[in-house]
């Protein structure tokens, strides 16, 4: 991964407070908060929108 990822841990702690049931693809802003929050995967995973999103507001380095 070029980019900071995230994996929860065994407690399931980011998964209860996150509410990530069903799956759900996530972006975390640099402040902590939910910058985007997809629809209940699978059917809901919209990854074009993700990409768009991260384009948008993410800065190359």
């Given at each position: 991964m070029?980019?900071?990822?995230?994996?929860?841990?065994?407690?399931?702690?980011v998964n209860a407070i996150y509410g990530a049931w069903p799956d759900r693809l996530y972006i975390i802003g640099a402040d902590g908060k939910i910058a985007y929050q997809g629809g209940p995967g699978p059917g809901g995973f919209r990854v074009k929108e993700i990409e768009n999103w991260l384009a948008e507001n993410v800065k190359a380095k």
């Open positions: 070029t980019m900071p990822t995230l994996i929860d841990r065994e407690d399931n702690r």
